[in-house]
């Protein structure tokens, strides 16, 4: 799906060790291949299927995406910063498009 729009929301500063929430939204229509065009055609499955997010190289948070979620896939989590550095976020699409998305963060 060429445009899927990921966005995410992550604190500019922190303090040491505080537990901050991380939120993120990718636009995407989320096909579950069980629906019929206009044509009575099989609309083929489009998902994003997995989603990840890893802090200065080290896995966060990961989760499989499964048909049933609605459109516009949303979450929010929470995260301790022990260091400045960046978020990489990962969204993996039933298609082979990745969608990538960085935020950095200081402790101060």
């Known amino acids: 799906m060429a445009n ?3 966005r995410v ?5 922190a303090s040491k060790d505080e537990v901050i929430t991380i939120k ?3 636009s995407h229509t ?4 069980q629906r019929k065009d206009k044509d009575g055609n099989v609309i083929p499955r489009s998902i994003i299927n ?3 997010c890893e802090f200065n190289g080290q896995m966060v948070f990961a989760t499989d995406i499964e048909p049933a979620v609605s459109a516009n ?6 995260v301790k910063v ?17 969608y990538e998305a960085e935020k950095t963060i200081t402790v101060q």
């Open 24 to 26: 993120t939204l990718i």
């Open 82 to 98: 022990p260091e400045s550095g960046t978020f990489k976020f990962t969204w993996l699409d039933d298609d082979g498009s990745v």
């Open 9 to 13: 929301k992550v604190p500019k500063t």
């Open 73 to 78: 896939p949303y979450f929010q989590f929470n």
């Open 30 to 33: 989320m096909e579950s291949g």
């Open 4 to 6: 899927a729009k990921p």
């Open 50 to 52: 997995k989603f990840t």
